[in-house]
C-alpha cells in the first residue's frame, strides 16, 4: 500500500498525535525526505518517540527507512502529472475551475499564514534603502522578477529586471554595497540564481530570496528569505498556483513599500501613468 494513500485514508485508527502527523505529512510531503526525526517532531508538536512509533503503524521500520520510500514514491508520482493531481480527464470544466479556485484560495491562505511577523516589513526597509533593486529569476520566475522591476520603477524605485543568466552574472560582478538583489526561484536551487546571489553578497549587496523551498533561505549568503506555499511536480512547471504565490508575495512586499512612501510613490506613479499616456495620444 502506498504512503499516500495511507496519509489519506490510514490502515490504523490514528491517535490524536497520529492525526497532526498525518495533517502535516499531507501538506509537506515533499519536505519530509529532507528532515531529521527532531525536525519532523518539532514541526507536528510532537515526540520523537511519537514520530517513530507512527513509521512502525505505517509499516516501516525506522524513520530512514520511511523517508527513503517516501522520497521514490513523490520521484515516481511527479512524472505522471502534467495537471493537478485532483483533477479528472473526464469532469466538466466548470469543475475543474471549481477545484483549481480552491487549490489557488488554499495556496495564498497557507503563503500568508506561514510568514514570520516583521519580515515584509524588514525587507521593504532594505528596498527602500537601496540605490539599485535588481530582481532575477528564470524561465517562468523570471517572468515574475521583470514584473515586479516594472512595478517598483513605476513608483520611482531605481529596479531592473532580468531573466537571463548571462546579464544575471554580469550584474553580480558589478554589484555592491546599496544594491539588493531579490531573487525569484521555485525551487530555490538554480545554479545560475544561487551563483548570482553568492557573488553579488561577495561584493557586498544584500541578498533576496523568494521561493517555495524555505530550506534555501539558511544559505549564509541570503540575507532574508521569503517563502511561500505551492508545490509543483515536474510536468506542472510554471502552474498558475505556483505564479500566483509568487505575485502575491511581491504584491504584498510592494504594496508594502508603498505604505512607506505613499506620497511620493503616488506622485510617481500619477507622472508615470501621464507620460505613457501622452505616448498613446500622440500614436
Same mark, same amino acid.
Given at each position: 500500500?502506498?504512503?499516500?494513500?495511507?496519509?489519506?485514508?490510514?490502515?490504523?485508527?490514528?491517535?490524536?498525535?497520529?492525526?497532526?502527523?498525518?495533517?502535516?505529512?499531507?501538506?509537506?510531503?515533499?519536505?519530509?525526505?529532507?528532515?531529521?526525526?527532531?525536525?519532523?517532531?518539532? @514541526?507536528?508538536? &510532537? +515526540?520523537?518517540?511519537? #514520530?517513530?512509533?507512527? $513509521?512502525?503503524?505505517? !509499516?516501516?521500520?525506522?524513520?530512514?527507512?520511511?523517508?527513503?520510500?517516501?522520497?521514490?514514491?513523490?520521484?515516481?508520482?511527479?512524472?505522471?502529472?502534467?495537471?493537478?493531481?485532483?483533477?479528472?480527464?473526464?469532469?466538466?470544466?466548470?469543475?475543474?475551475?471549481?477545484?483549481?479556485?480552491?487549490?489557488?484560495?488554499?495556496?495564498?491562505?497557507?503563503?500568508?499564514?506561514?510568514?514570520?511577523?516583521?519580515?515584509?516589513?524588514?525587507?521593504?526597509?532594505?528596498?527602500?534603502?537601496?540605490?539599485?533593486?535588481?530582481?532575477?529569476?528564470?524561465?517562468?520566475?523570471?517572468?515574475?522578477?521583470?514584473?515586479?522591476?516594472?512595478?517598483?520603477?513605476?513608483?520611482?524605485?531605481?529596479?531592473?529586471?532580468?531573466?537571463?543568466?548571462?546579464?544575471?552574472?554580469?550584474? @553580480?560582478?558589478? &554589484? +555592491?554595497?546599496?544594491? #539588493?538583489?531579490?531573487? $525569484?526561484?521555485?525551487? !530555490?536551487?538554480?545554479?545560475?540564481?544561487?551563483?548570482?546571489?553568492?557573488?553579488?553578497?561577495?561584493?557586498?549587496?544584500?541578498?533576496?530570496?523568494?521561493?517555495?523551498?524555505?530550506?534555501?533561505?539558511?544559505?549564509?549568503?541570503?540575507?532574508?528569505?521569503?517563502?511561500?506555499?505551492?508545490?509543483?511536480?515536474?510536468?506542472?512547471?510554471?502552474?498558475?498556483?505556483?505564479?500566483?504565490?509568487?505575485?502575491?508575495?511581491?504584491?504584498?512586499?510592494?504594496?508594502?513599500?508603498?505604505?512607506?512612501?505613499?506620497?511620493?510613490?503616488?506622485?510617481?506613479?500619477?507622472?508615470?501613468?501621464?507620460?505613457?499616456?501622452?505616448?498613446?495620444?500622440?500614436?
Amino acid at each position: 500500500m502506498s504512503i499516500l494513500f495511507q496519509l489519506e485514508k490510514p490502515a490504523f485508527r490514528p491517535s490524536k498525535a497520529d492525526q497532526k502527523l498525518l495533517a502535516y505529512l499531507r501538506e509537506n510531503a515533499s519536505m519530509v525526505p529532507r528532515m531529521t526525526i527532531s525536525e519532523l517532531a518539532k @514541526a507536528c508538536q &510532537a +515526540g520523537e518517540a511519537t #514520530v517513530t512509533r507512527f $513509521v512502525k503503524k505505517l !509499516g516501516f521500520g525506522s524513520m530512514q527507512e520511511f523517508k527513503v520510500a517516501l522520497a521514490a514514491e513523490l520521484t515516481k508520482n511527479s512524472r505522471n502529472y502534467i495537471i493537478n493531481r485532483d483533477i479528472a480527464i473526464g469532469e466538466s470544466a466548470l469543475v475543474t475551475g471549481r477545484k483549481l479556485l480552491e487549490a489557488n484560495v488554499s495556496t495564498l491562505e497557507r503563503t500568508l499564514s506561514a510568514l514570520p511577523d516583521g519580515l515584509l516589513e524588514d525587507c521593504a526597509r532594505q528596498i527602500l534603502a537601496a540605490q539599485r533593486i535588481v530582481f532575477i529569476g528564470l524561465g517562468n520566475s523570471g517572468f515574475t522578477a521583470k514584473d515586479s522591476a516594472y512595478k517598483f520603477f513605476r513608483i520611482g524605485l531605481n529596479s531592473v529586471g532580468i531573466d537571463n543568466s548571462h546579464d544575471m552574472v554580469m550584474t @553580480a560582478a558589478l &554589484a +555592491g554595497k546599496g544594491d #539588493v538583489v531579490l531573487a $525569484v526561484s521555485q525551487s !530555490g536551487k538554480s545554479p545560475e540564481v544561487l551563483h548570482t546571489l553568492k557573488m553579488a553578497y561577495e561584493h557586498g549587496a544584500v541578498c533576496l530570496l523568494v521561493t517555495a523551498n524555505r530550506q534555501a533561505g539558511q544559505r549564509a549568503f541570503i540575507h532574508r528569505c521569503i517563502a511561500y506555499e505551492a508545490k509543483e511536480s515536474l510536468l506542472e512547471t510554471g502552474s498558475i498556483t505556483a505564479k500566483l504565490a509568487q505575485f502575491f508575495i511581491m504584491d504584498l512586499l510592494y504594496t508594502q513599500v508603498v505604505k512607506e512612501i505613499p506620497e511620493k510613490a503616488l506622485e510617481n506613479k500619477r507622472r508615470t501613468a501621464e507620460a505613457v499616456e501622452w505616448i498613446s495620444k500622440e500614436v
